[in-house]
């Protein structure tokens, strides 16, 4: 398999961090991808021009992030990422679906924030940091009950909060959510988020 990727893109961090929790990380040739290069070939594997992309041992193509994950989740016989069904499959895809918008949002305060005046608005800045800070206290209420398991619920929520870390380390997202706080610091040494820590290219 091969997979296009970004050393600092959460949502590779997502299939790398569940391709380690899986046994299968060793089975996935990583091809180095700058969808901002104006010479980039990423649309003809995704044609929303963006990472991850997985290219399949059979040669089928998949993306974004829950998709692989998923079929990554198929090719194993250990525990499952993601739940088979009843309220522990809807509750793990919840919190990947809460954790991805909040990725979502940080990264569209991010890309508005790196724009000229006057075509930058705050606004719509103040209008993601919201959504982030509804989605963390969402979290805050939830972290006694994430538990010592691995979803994909879990591993999203890892990455976004690492993401945040890596992304906005002056934000304080930690003040006032201990234990969301409490929750990360136990989760982010497990050696699937070591081994996945994002980095800017060298």
């Not at 136990?186 to 290219?201: Q, Y």
Request: proline share 6%; with cysteine; net charge neutral.
């Amino acid at each position: 398999m091969k997979l296009r990727y970004s050393p600092t893109s959460p949502y590779v961090r997502k299939v790398m961090v569940v391709a380690h929790e899986t046994g299968l990380a060793g089975r996935i040739g990583l091809v180095p991808t700058n969808v901002w290069a104006s010479d980039t070939d990423i649309g003809r594997d995704n044609p929303l021009g963006k990472v991850p992309a997985l290219t399949t041992d059979g040669g089928e193509v998949l993306y974004d992030s829950p998709v692989i994950c998923e079929y990554l989740d198929s090719l194993h016989d250990g525990a499952k990422i993601f739940p088979a069904s009843g309220g522990a499959r809807w509750t793990a895809l919840r919190r990947q679906a809460l954790a991805d918008g909040m990725l979502d949002a940080g990264i569209l305060r991010r890309l508005e924030s790196m724009r000229k005046e006057p075509e930058r608005s705050a606004s719509w800045i103040d209008r993601q940091r919201a959504a982030v800070a509804r989605a963390m206290d969402t979290l805050e209420e939830e972290a006694s009950n994430l538990g010592a398991s691995v979803t994909i619920g879990h591993v999203a929520i890892g990455c976004a909060l690492g993401w945040f870390d890596f992304r906005f380390p002056g934000d304080d997202w930690r003040q006032g959510r201990p234990a969301l706080a409490a929750w990360y610091a136990a989760f982010a040494g497990r050696p699937s988020m070591t081994r996945t820590v994002p980095k800017d290219p060298a």
